[in-house]
């Protein structure tokens, strides 16, 4: 990500802010170099969620180039497209379980000029037009929590078969 603005056309000038989540910075710090036209924006510290989402409100693309994921579903990049962020996120299990369901648009972490490929397809407004459409299809498409917990429910409420005791 560090070496992003470097990959970018000098025109747009572009601010890459970078956001890095360090628990030993209870407060966020941030610094801001120039690289050619561009601006690189590192805040290092935890974010609340309020920052978090004036962040998301203010950009116009997300970039999440995970190398791999240690657990779970990382959420971060499904709350950036639930905000209507656009973002380019990398091929890794199970965000990679995601392709073609979502407008995630995926690129290789380890090269920065196609993460910059990336992040210019989606300043492109048809492009950017067509990928929002397409997270907006999959968020209404997929169950939100009261779905999943009323079917939860009726699961486990399902009245035993006749003739099975308790224990059995």
Request: net charge positive.
């Amino acid at each position: 990500m560090l070496r992003l603005p470097h990959y970018l056309p000098r025109d747009p000038a572009t601010q890459v802010v970078l956001l890095l989540r360090d628990g030993t910075n209870p407060e966020p710090v941030t610094t801001r170099t120039r690289v050619g036209a561009h601006e690189l924006v590192v805040v290092r510290g935890l974010l609340s969620r309020e920052e978090l989402r004036t962040a998301y409100r203010v950009s116009q693309v997300a970039v999440f180039p995970y190398r791999f994921v240690r657990t779970g579903l990382p959420l971060v990049a499904l709350e950036a497209v639930a905000t209507g962020l656009p973002v380019v996120t990398t091929r890794v299990h199970p965000i990679r379980e995601l392709e073609g369901r979502t407008g995630l648009v995926f690129a290789d972490p380890a090269n920065p000029r196609n993460l910059a490929r990336a992040v210019q397809e989606l300043l492109d407004e048809a492009t950017q037009e067509r990928v929002l459409r397409t997270n907006r299809q999959w968020i209404q498409t997929s169950p939100d929590w009261q779905s999943v917990a009323k079917t939860f429910v009726s699961l486990s409420d399902v009245s035993r078969p006749s003739g099975v005791r308790e224990g059995s």
